[in-house]
């Protein structure tokens, strides 16, 4: 596979990756092997980063989406991820609130399903 999918796969910024990973095709080998004994260069690059946004977004506990409305879509280490959660702008407060939200909405939509699917049976 590409670098740039098994970057994807492994959850890291591929620009931030040594140039032999960059430059050469990944087996699926490689990559479960990659995942179950990593290298310390990946252990290094998924402790301190930069991490790519999907990570960024995770960590922050906000979308993808929201990044990109506040100029955020940027890879960022794990420093500048627990400062921006250590002293949350405006954005991010709002962002992680409508997520939360969502989520409790999502999660209360299943439950009635549930019980309705139940209630037929």
């Known amino acids: 596979m590409k670098p ?9 910024y591929l620009p931030a990756t040594p140039e ?3 430059a050469g095709a990944v087996t ?3 990559l479960k ?3 179950e004994n990593p290298p310390e260069w990946l252990a290094e690059l998924r402790r301190t980063g930069p991490h790519p946004r999907p990570v960024v ?9 929201a990044l990109k409305r506040n100029d955020m879509d940027k890879p960022l280490t794990t420093a500048e991820i627990k400062a ?3 002293d949350q702008p405006e954005w991010l407060r ?16 299943a439950a009635v399903q549930e019980s309705a699917a139940d209630s037929e049976d």
């Open 4 to 12: 740039q999918t098994a970057a994807k796969k492994l959850g890291i």
């Open 20 to 22: 032999e990973f960059q």
């Open 28 to 30: 699926h080998a490689e």
């Open 33 to 35: 092997q990659l995942v």
């Open 57 to 65: 977004a995770q960590k922050l506990g906000i979308t993808i989406a």
């Open 84 to 86: 921006l959660l250590e």
């Open 94 to 109: 709002a962002a992680r609130t409508a997520l939360a939200e969502g989520r409790a909405e999502a999660a209360e939509a």
